[in-house]
């Protein structure tokens, strides 16, 4: 599967179906704690950064502090526990992809489980699941990817990340990996155009595009705007 030997895998918004939950709720929460952002706002702000990052930057802009657990987490779990699937497409992939896999995700351990184990995938990952937690600084900076593939024994120049926000494309590149942009889900495409970064709105095309020419090209530093992969077509 071009050349790799790990598939890296974020988790909302790859795995599971949680960014458009998300960002619903945290735009009602801001907005209601006296910061009013729109969930474009909060996509462009937030989406793929820890959530501690999250928590400094609303205290800072209201020059208060704010009880995390009770304002976000109850409300996540809480439509999570309604509403939380996996993203289209995802487990027919998965079960297509040979490679060796893991998760290298911005949220906390306990939010991860949680999530996987909500829809079926927690034992696809066990054993094979990488926090913040675990490195203490989130994306953009490199450090989850780069603990992941060292925790997997592979290298990061044949390490594939599957992403879907900015701050992750970004981290992706700058621990040396191949980013697989995935833009079916809250962040545009444009957004997600980074460096040589390989685009792509549905999941059941992963497997190919894991396989694909461009992904061979992309790993040996073709570099550029991001690119959008290119569906296979009918004869």
Known sequence: MGGFDLVIFDCDGVLVDSERLVVR?????????????????IVERFVGRSAAYMHREIERHLGRSIDWDSEFEARYREVFEADLEPVPGIIDALREITLPTCVASSGSHDRIRFTLGKTGLLERFRGRIFSVDDVGIGKPAPDIFLHAAKKMGASPARCAVVEDSASGVNAGLAAGMTVFAYCGGVTSADSLSIGGSLLFDDMAELPALLASEESTSARRGAGGQGRRFAKKTSP
């Open 25 to 41: 709720v945290e735009a009602e929460i801001v907005t209601g704690l006296g910061w009013s952002l729109t969930e474009s706002d």
